[in-house]
């Protein structure tokens, strides 16, 4: 059985502002982001390889990141024995680090 996801409340609006962003570039991109993140989500109940250690983070706290294949984004998370916690999902490339006060 897949574990539940749970994010913190600051994920929705980064979610909705790369939405909006990516929308204004082009009428459906906007979704494509979305569907590309929820993807990256729901794949993070059965991690892979592709899952690293989060940069400029102490390993032992057990943050991970999962890039996004097409978008430059990548989504920070901690995987806990009975739920995955998703950190942010943040721009590869804007403010790296904003996020770790969550942690």
Same mark, same amino acid.
């Given at each position: 059985? @897949? $574990? @539940?996801?749970?994010?913190? @409340?600051? /994920? #929705? ?6 939405? =909006?962003?990516? #929308?204004?570039?082009? !009428?459906?991109? *906007? &979704? ?12 993070? !109940?059965?991690?892979? @390889?592709?899952?690293?250690? =989060? ?6 706290? *057990? /943050?991970?990141? $999962? ?6 984004? /990548?989504?920070?998370?901690? #995987?806990?024995? !009975?739920?995955? %916690?998703? /950190?942010?999902?943040? %721009? =590869? %490339?804007? &403010?790296? *680090?904003?996020? $770790?006060?969550? !942690?």
């Amino acid at each position: 059985m @897949p $574990k @539940p996801v749970r994010a913190d @409340p600051d /994920v #929705e609006e980064e979610i909705g502002a790369g939405v =909006a962003w990516y #929308e204004q570039q082009r !009428t459906g991109l *906007g &979704r494509e982001f979305f569907d590309e993140v929820r993807a990256a989500v729901l794949s993070l !109940t059965v991690p892979g @390889p592709e899952c690293r250690p =989060a940069l400029g983070v102490p390993v032992e706290l *057990g /943050v991970r990141r $999962k890039l996004l294949r097409r978008f430059p984004y /990548v989504v920070v998370f901690i #995987e806990f024995p !009975t739920a995955v %916690h998703i /950190v942010a999902v943040a %721009h =590869a %490339h804007r &403010r790296p *680090g904003y996020w $770790k006060d969550r !942690t």
